[in-house]
């Protein structure tokens, strides 16, 4: 499950992933982001990874069809375990000119001034 909110950072949205993402998650990923994305200027995103058990295959699918929304995107920080450190690492090399950070979970104050700044 993702749950979307904007926050009290400019141009920055906050995704919280629970559990498997699935096609019906990333659908609603998209709505949220139309609505929100500034008029003007990039996105960050503040993606916190609680319990992430992957992808479904059409979860993937439909995640794959947001690639056309790149290079509106600005910075990533990644809040999750270490086990998490390497695909947030793979995800950089998928976002090219796209900064991506990551952070342990009791850093998340760290990762907002990082997405801030």
Known sequence: ????????????IRCEVNGKITEEDLKSFEEFYQMHKPD???VNFLIVLNNMEGFTFKGLMEDLK?????????????VSDEKWVEASTEL??????????????????????YLAA
Do not use: C, Y
């Not at 947001?66 to 990644?78: D, G, R, S, Y």
């Not at 998928?94 to 009791?106: A, C, I, Q, T, Y």
């Open 40 to 42: 003007q200027g990039k």
């Open 66 to 78: 947001l690639a056309k929304h790149m290079k509106e995107f600005n910075k990533f920080a990644i």
């Open 92 to 113: 950089e090399d998928l976002l090219p000119g796209v900064d991506v950070e990551h952070f342990s979970h009791n850093e998340e104050e760290k990762a907002k001034e």
């Open 1 to 12: 499950m993702i749950t979307m909110k904007p926050t009290d950072i400019q141009n920055t």
